[in-house]
């Protein structure tokens, strides 16, 4: 993952928690899409792990 692809995953993970906020989004979209959230920020997470911070 360059680190371009990285930003646009944090931007787009970003989007999906405002999005998941709305109380007015219906409970099988929420589903859909927290699925999706929860699979970008697994992605991100593992990601942090294997690179060198220093």
Known sequence: MTEQEYF??????VK?????ANPLIKP???????????ELCEIVFRYRSEIDWE
Do not use: F, M, P
Not at 8 to 13: A, K, S, T, V
Not at 16 to 20: D, F, K, T
């Open 28 to 38: 099988v979209e929420y589903q859909k899409y927290i699925k999706l959230y929860d």
């Open 16 to 20: 999906g928690a405002e999005y998941l």
């Open 8 to 13: 646009q995953l944090l931007e787009r993970i």
